[in-house]
Structure formats: C-alpha cells, structure tokens
C-alpha cells in the first residue's frame, strides 16, 4: 500500500509502507481513528517501526484509512439496501400476478353472469329459459373448472383461499396419533397460508401505516374485519436467514412480555420432513380485573417446495383438549390457525409474514373490559408488530447498526426490560402457583408471597430485613376517560412529585439514560427506532416510610411516544442495588395503561375526519370535537397499578394498611392528574377565537406557514385541523402588539406550557423566558413582525410551572385572516423536552 503526500508530490516519490508499519497503524486506528496533532507524534515514539515516517505523513494515512472505512460501511448499507429492495420488487411481482389472476376470475365470473342475465331477459327465445340458465351455469362452472385446472402452481391452493371442506372445526373427528395431528396439521397450514397471503380474511389496512413499507422500515400491519375472533397481519424485511427467523420467534417468551410460559409438551417428525409439537402458552392477564388465558395448540414447521419456511399452529379441541398441564389461574383460550412465513430472497434477505388469529371469549369478561378482548387493533399492536419489531431490533444488532448511549450491550438492556416488565406482570398476575395469596378488597387488592425466600430482601435493603418475612403487592385497576395513554404515562414519568406523595424537588431526582435504540445514521437520541427507555434514577431523600432514602431505581418506560390506536404505555419501575447479582428477583412497580379501543370498522376507516359539522353544530358550546381531540370524545382506558414492598415478620399488618392507604393515595392523585389532562384534549379556548372559530383559526396558521415558507403544514393532510392539534411541535399563538399575550395552541403547545386552555391566555409571555432568552426574545419578535416570519435557533422556554424545555429549533411567522390581516404571530418549536 502506498500513499503520497503533499511534499512527495514535488519530489515525485511515494511512501512505501511495510507490513509492519501497516500493522501499528492498523492498531492505533482501531483504538483512535483520528489522532490529534500530539498523537501522532506520540505515536512515532511508541512505535519505533514508524521512526521514518513523519506524522504529518501518518496524518494522510489516517485520512486515507477513514475514507476507506467510510467507503466500506456505505457500500455495505447500499449493498443491504439494494437486496431489500431486489425482495421487495419480487414480492410485489408475486402480488401483482395474484391480483392478476384474482381479476381475471372475476372478470370471468361477470360475463357468465352477465350471459345469464341476458337469457333471463330475453324471455321467449328459442329455447326454454330455464335451460338456458342451466346451461350458462354448466358453461360457467365449465370455465372455473378450467380455470382452476389451469393454474396448479405451488401457490394455487394458497390464492385461491381453504376449500369449504378443508374447514377446520373444533368438532372435527380425529384421532391423537401422529397420522391425525398431521392431517390437522396439513389443514392448518392451508388456512394459514391462505391468511399470510391476504384471501381468507377481510384484512382491512391499520391508519396511519404504509400498504408497503420501505427497505429499512419495520413493517406494515392490517386487521380483520368481521369473521370469528381477532386477528391481524403484518408484514416486514429482516436480514436473517429463514431458520434463524424461525428459532427466533418460536420462542415467544423472549420478545413477548405478555407470554409467561411456553413449553413443547411432545415432539415428532413428519414423514415430509417436518416437524409437529404438542406445545402449553400461558399468556399474561394485562389487568387485574380478569384471569390470565393460556393455550393448549398444535405446532407444524415445514419447508414449502418454494423454499419458504412456514410455522402455522392452532388450538387443539376435543379429543385434543388434554393439556399434561392445568392450573386453576388461567381461562382456556382458542388459538385459530395463525403462524409465520418465512420467504428467503437473495443478500441473506427473509421476507416475514405474521398471522395472528385468536378467539379470547370475552364474554368471560367484565363487560368494560370486553373491547380489550375484542379489538384486532390492541392484538396488531401488543402481539403481532411486536415479533417484526423484535425481529428487526435482532437484524439490526447482528449488523453492528444499533449505537446505545454510553456503549451498553443492547443484549444486556434487552434482558434488563425483560426482568422488569415481566416482574410487573408477574405482581399484577400474582398467580398461586408462584406462592401468592391474594385479599380482595373494595379498591385495593393485597397480594402476599411468603416463598421467595431472602433473595428478594436483598434486592431492596439486604441486612436491613434481617428478619424478612415476604412481599406485599397493593394494587388496583381504574377506568380512565378522554386521556392518551402515552400523554398520562409522559406525564406520570416526568412528574413524579405530583403523585408519589413526597415533595420531589427537581434537583434531587438524577436520571441516567441507559436506554433507547439508535441508528449508525443519526444521534440515538434523535432517531429512536423502539421506543423503550430504561433509565437508573437517584430519589435523593426520597423514602416513604417503606422505602429506603437515597433510593436508587431501575426505571422502564414504554409507548410514551406512540399515539398509535390501540398501544399500551407503561411506567415501571424497581429498587436495585449494585451489589445483588442478576438471579435476585426485582420488585417492580408502576403503572399500565391500555385503551379500551373496540377495533376500527370499515365506516370508520372510510370515514373523513371532518370538524366542521362538529363544530357548528355543537349545541352546548362547551367541548372541542370528538374527531379534533383524536380518538373520540368518549375514549376510555383501564389503568393497573400495582406496588410491592418487602415486609418483615412482625410489622406484616401495619405494613398491609400503609400500603393499601399508598395506592388510594395514588389513585387519588392520577385521577386528578388525568382530569387535568383531559382539559388539554376537550376543554375550549376562554380567550382569543371563539370556539365555533377554532377550525377557521387553525386553517389560518397552516395557510400561512404555507404562504410564509412555501412548503405545506402537513404533506398528507395540507387542510386537515386535526392534524394540526395532534401535531407533535408545540405550536403557540400570540398577540402581536406591545406586550405579547397567548390566545392559542394545540395539544403538543399547552403540554409543552405545562397549561390548559382555561389558564393559557393568563400565561405572561416573559414568564416564559430565562434570562438568557429575555435578552433576544423582543428581537425575534421585531424580525417576525418585520419581516413576516423567521427561524430561530435552539433554546430554553419555562413552563407555567417553571420547568425548562428544550428545544432544537423554532420557527415563526405572521397569520393572516381572509381579508389580509395580521390576526397574530404563530410560533413553533420542533424536538421540544421537559427538563423535571
């Protein structure tokens, strides 16, 4: 290898560099790949092979090795890219031609039809009508027998959907031998695939996500319409091979939190070379207010004669329904044929579809928990995107893509919120077998475990419970109204004074953040591909009378940032020590919200978004529309808490009522934080436009910001007012005059504020500067009111409570009414961040 610099390109010599010379810099450049001045120089002493080279030589080399590094990693992405989308083009091809043939039947089905209706009509012919009829039904049934002669391709079966007799019905009659479970086995699969490639099933396509995702994208997801149980689909690119795929998600209970146990109870191959299993679920109850399901199926895993991989499973009934194990904590529930299939393209690229298909008998349930049990939505979003989502995070650390804040493992993360969330779930759970005995009360349910033994009080004291004698679980379920479960849980993370029932000054709570996952690309804590977020936070002086002070917590959080329909959001947290190895149990607590969301019809998935009716024809005058707050007016969501504590022998029932006492107390405190919440979403401007005028007034902002920097407010939806209120920059309006006032501002803008409708316009506009941003906030001012709007660069705001929030960027601009004049000034804030 040789390179030239500057002063060789006078002399018209090259550096020649020797193995060895090569083999120290290569050793220097793996631990510094762009040394200092003072470096290099240090480097020519540490390394006397490189006696002969001058650093300013060693700069080019270094120079020149990044470039190639860069150079490799691009061609590397492009070479990913490239065979993402070489699958991706051959798997629209494949759908294409299903379509093809799917409309040339129809067409085909049409002109027999159409044959048939024209010899009714004709009346008197010739022939009798009824044997006209008869015979076009003869010709047409002629023609489909063609047709389907015609295509006897692998896939013939799959596009065509399950024939009527293939049905699989819980009263079918078969045998336990391997011949029967294989025959059901081989129907299974038949159903399956007929759901994978979208013919058995009325999907209907989730809003808001892509028909067809790109190559770096997770994947695309839709639901069932109508039809037995719920079920949804989705779709995704991963650069891991088929079999690794499948190890991978047959092992549901590392990537599902809410899948306690999975055990394969038999074993046999098939004579085609499969594999069929006898295989017991558990699943996790997400509330305390009903049992936890678990599922007695068959599993097949077979290699298609495409190659493809496919693994089907479904519940075994009947005959079948002898699970070698039962436990009285859990309500049986039916699996439909659902499955995965696995398609391997070229560049070690594996194309996924997952079915998810159950029946989880929700009139078992409480009647307000009923849509939890029903919502093919909550099943996409808990279950079904959560095997791609996992999937992708897997490819993506295989590759070296994945950057964690302060070099963690995300491995070791992964396993962190996997103990704790399945910690939480195993405190609202509190199932017998486990040693938990549960007291129901009216509010607050108390669960007790005697049987962990010490190795919990190790994790929340040690010595100190020299005389341990369990843990205590104090919990409680609640029904919430008109509150985004992201909104209530952001909220509940960033203010935790306002409900633990201490006084939390800012500065004694420090946070780690030592989650959240990033691309190569980008900053990982700009592009947060899964958004979980594990954080170690120091309650300094905290304590409660049942926690130690200085408490140190573990804390996971998740769905804060998704506002996606259905997506649970959930707060837990777990006092740790250092010293504790990793086979201790934790002891989280925290909080889970779920909306009760009852699945998306096709009138509502047809329907536009409208706010102008709603808002004209408001008889009370009293609420924003249900469409402009986002999920309706009447959006409900059940929130479970639950809270464990290490008790000692002696104090075991003063221990019981401080903590059944704790949880109202909380109760108490987010039911009142989420009333508060409730107001950003429903409760009318008191000041500035009238609220029969908030939809004129928002389409005023979003023309102007088009007029003012000629791009449109939102690409998608250019007129749309509720995209505007659920837009994620905080957007504020304000009086353009001597001494500004608020008037106005969407959801993201009162949130950012700390405010509410009602108390906006009584917000001092210089209350909400530091003083460093004092010095140029009328300048800004003047340049917007000068030059009609402007940009702005990152900075600090205060709430109304005080806070600081950050912020990358803002821009600002003047808006105009109908006639041309100036109503007020709109400002905008992107990437905006309380600092608690």
């Not at 030589?57 to 992405?77: A, D, G, L, P, Y």
Request: proline share 5%; net charge negative.
């Amino acid at each position: 290898m040789k390179v030239k610099d500057k002063s060789d390109f006078d002399t018209g010599k090259y550096i020649r560099y020797t193995p060895e010379q090569v083999e120290a810099l290569e050793r220097v450049y793996h631990e510094c790949p762009k040394p200092s001045s003072i470096r290099r120089q240090q480097i020519v002493r540490d390394y006397p092979v490189l006696g002969n080279i001058e650093p300013r030589q060693i700069k080019v080399w270094f120079q020149n090795r990044r470039c190639r590094e860069k150079q490799r990693k691009e061609t590397s992405r492009l070479q990913s890219v490239n065979s993402s989308l070489t699958a991706m083009n051959k798997i629209i091809m494949e759908e294409n031609e299903r379509l093809t043939k799917h409309s040339s039947q129809l067409a085909l089905e049409n002109q027999c039809l159409r044959q048939q209706l024209q010899q009714i009509r004709s009346g008197g012919g010739a022939a009798d009508p009824d044997k006209k009829s008869a015979a076009a039904a003869d010709r047409f049934n002629d023609q489909q027998s063609a047709l389907a002669l015609a295509d006897r391709s692998p896939d013939s079966e799959v596009t065509g959907g399950v024939p009527q007799h293939l049905a699989i019905t819980p009263q079918s009659p078969r045998d336990s031998s391997p011949a029967g479970l294989l025959s059901i086995a081989e129907e299974t699969l038949n159903s399956f695939l007929a759901k994978a490639t979208g013919t058995a099933v009325d999907w209907i396509q989730i809003p808001g996500m892509k028909a067809c995702p790109g190559p770096d994208s997770i994947g695309t997801a839709a639901i069932s319409h109508a039809g037995a149980g719920i079920a949804a689909r989705a779709w995704g690119l991963v650069e891991l091979e088929p079999i690794r795929v499948a190890e991978i998600l047959k092992d549901r209970p590392s990537w599902l939190w809410d899948c306690r146990r999975l055990e394969v109870v038999g074993s046999f191959p098939t004579p085609n070379g499969g594999t069929l299993e006898l295989v017991y679920t558990q699943m996790y109850a997400p509330t305390t207010l009903a049992p936890a399901r678990d599922f007695w199926t068959l599993r097949y895993t077979i290699f298609l004669e495409d190659r493809s991989l496919a693994v089907c499973e479904r519940s075994l009934t009947g005959i079948h329904n002898k699970p070698a194990i039962k436990n009285g904590d859990f309500e049986r529930a039916e699996m439909l044929p659902s499955g995965f299939l696995i398609r391997p393209y070229e560049g070690g690229v594996s194309s996924i579809h997952v079915v998810d298909h159950w029946d989880l008998e929700s009139w078992k349930v409480l009647e307000v928990l009923r849509p939890l049990y029903e919502s093919s939505v909550i099943l996409a979003q808990r279950v079904t995107l959560g095997a791609l989502h996992h999937l992708k995070r897997i490819s993506q650390e295989s590759s070296g893509e994945v950057l964690m804040r302060g070099g963690q493992q995300p491995a070791a993360l992964r396993a962190f919120s996997h103990r704790i969330a399945r910690g939480f779930n195993d405190a609202v759970n509190a199932f017998a077998e486990d040693g938990w005995t549960s007291d129901g009360g009216d509010d607050v349910t108390i669960s007790i475990n005697t049987a962990l033994g010490a190795k919990a009080a190790g994790a929340q004291g040690g010595d100190r419970f020299c005389a341990f004698g369990g843990i205590l679980c104090a919990k409680s379920s609640m029904l919430l109204q008109n509150v985004p479960a992201a909104t209530l849980i952001r909220f509940l993370r960033e203010h935790r004074s306002e409900w633990a029932g201490v006084n939390i000054a800012s500065d004694s709570v420090s946070t780690l953040k030592i989650g959240g996952y990033g691309t190569s690309k980008g900053n990982a804590d700009e592009e947060c591909l899964f958004p979980e977020l594990l954080e170690v936070i120091k309650m300094e002086g905290y304590g409660n009378g049942m926690l130690p002070k200085d408490t140190v917590l573990l804390q996971l959080c998740t769905g804060y940032e998704d506002t996606a329909s259905g997506t649970c959001a959930q707060l837990v947290f777990a006092p740790v020590d250092p010293a504790v190895s990793n086979d201790i149990p934790l002891l989280p607590s925290g909080f889970r919200v779920i909306p009760l969301d009852n699945g998306l019809d096709a009138s509502a998935l047809s329907r536009t978004l409208d706010l102008t009716s709603t808002l004209e024809g408001s008889a009370d005058g009293g609420k924003f529309p249900d469409d402009f707050s986002g999920s309706g007016g009447n959006m409900r969501s059940v929130l479970t808490m639950a809270f464990q504590f290490v008790f000692e022998a002696h104090n075991r029932e003063e221990i019981i009522a401080s903590a059944r006492q704790y949880v109202r107390n909380v109760m108490v405190s987010v039911q009142s934080i989420a009333m508060a919440l409730a107001s950003y979403r429903l409760s009318p401007p008191q000041q500035g436009p009238k609220q029969q005028e908030a939809k004129i007034f928002a389409l005023q902002i979003m023309r102007s910001y088009r007029a003012s920097f000629n791009v449109e407010f939102n690409e998608s939806q250019p007129e749309s007012t509720d995209a505007f209120w659920h837009d994620k920059n905080a957007i504020l309006c304000c009086t353009w005059k001597a001494i500004p006032e608020f008037i106005f501002a969407n959801r993201a803008g009162l949130e950012m504020m700390e405010t509410t409708w009602r108390d906006l316009h009584s917000l001092p506009y210089e209350r909400t500067f530091d003083a460093t941003g004092r010095e140029t906030a009328y300048s800004d001012f003047a340049q917007v009111i000068h030059q009609g709007y402007a940009y702005l660069h990152g900075g600090i705001r205060l709430s109304s409570k005080g806070h600081p929030v950050t912020y990358d960027r803002a821009m600002a601009w003047k808006v105009f009414d109908d006639d041309g004049a100036v109503v007020c000034i709109a400002f905008m804030f992107t990437d905006w961040s309380i600092v608690a």
